[in-house]
């Protein structure tokens, strides 16, 4: 089949079969043959993934459901409800807003409420894994909101409570952000929401690493505990689109942002994304606890078995990590830069990440590496497999063996791990009955 396809293709200007095989090779690269350990993307399943390719992506519908400024969305309306319904019951959130196309749309929505130019905003410290979102640097930047960071605790890895509520206490912000990108350990939310509601600031939650172990019950639900919002990504630990998403308790909060959403922010909202994050929503009230579950043990098992493969693993005395990250200081093995470019020699895909003890400049060959498993989890693997991950590690960034050399290694081991998991079974692209659909 695949030779008669390229038959075809043969025929076609040069330029356009160039596009095709980039495309292909892309595809074969990285969803085949590759150990993919970017703590912040994920892989639809077959279902969500043919939801995706529907109609919707080309259409319009500005406004909210059955008050649209468009007409011909009767069914992107139903499906928009739908999802606010099924992400409302995973988060337990009355008021959900599945718009903003991108967590950092979510958070800018959030902000521009919250704070107007000249407003302050108290931040998890950067060493705690603030996103540049959170920063001046970025959204809170856009919006010249004003940053300012908590004190850190080296030795928890995590915001210092007792001089954090101090300092919001001080600074009386408008609003406090929690949350972060390189996330070990969960942020303390319930001090910090007393201390912001005390100066009557509002307490954001930023769960965009973290949304698929929040609706697996593995995180503690920041709503829970006193967060009066929630943002996030809906495609990290939780398998979506890509795609950001608003929730909260409050619907007098809730107003105002869905009018932030829309216009500030958006203006058609990808809304092929809706039916593939409502596939995913039931996928996850069906299987997302069991992924939970599997993902904090692999991230577990991953970091003790490159600890006993003699790299030096942060967070040691806390075990680790309680999340899907493990993060490794690289200084020896050549820095983070290097590190990380041996490891795509070898069809291993990290990130190099600043660790906490990095100064801001060393961005670009920072010491760190940051891994995740949710993805490989959602392929299947589990706490031996990490067993072997490690071993890859070892062998590309401690023995020095030819990483080109591994990266066929890699490719064999990869191809056992290519269905997707924690989702229905159902033979979609195969069979083309979901074809249907679009
Ligand atoms: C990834 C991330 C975001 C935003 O991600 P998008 O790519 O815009 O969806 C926001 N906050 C945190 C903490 C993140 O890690």
Known sequence: ?????????????EE???ILDITAKHNRWRKYETINLIASENTMSPLATSAYMSDM???????????RYYQGTRYVDEIEVRVMKLMGELLRADYVDPRPISGTTANASVFRVLGKCGSKAVIAPVQAGAHVSHTKFGTLGALCIEHIEMPYDPDQMNIDVDHAVKLIEEVKPSFVVLGASVYLFPHPVREIADAAHSVNAKLVYDAAHVLGLITGKRWRNPLDHGADLLTASTHKTFPGPQGGIIATRDGQLYKPISRAVFPYFVS???????????????????FGEA???QIVRNARALAEALAAEGFKVLGEH???TRSHQVVLDVRKQGGGAKAAQL???ANIIVNKNLLPYDPPDAIKDPSGLRLGVQEMTRYGMKEDNMKDIA???????IDGEDPRKIAEEVKAYRREYTKVHYCFDVNTLEDGKLYLLY
């Open 391 to 397: 071993r890859f590690m070892r062998r590309v960034l």
């Open 343 to 345: 490891l795509e020699e």
């Open 1 to 13: 089949m695949q030779e008669s396809w390229r038959d075809e293709v043969s025929l076609l200007p």
């Open 268 to 286: 058609n909202h990808h809304l092929h994304r809706l039916p593939a994050l409502a596939v995913t929503a039931v996928e996850m009230k069906h």
């Open 16 to 18: 356009l079969k160039e």
């Open 57 to 67: 992506m080309h259409r319009y519908a500005e406004g909210k459901p059955f008050k």
């Open 291 to 293: 992924y939970a579950d």
């Open 318 to 320: 806390l075990g680790y």
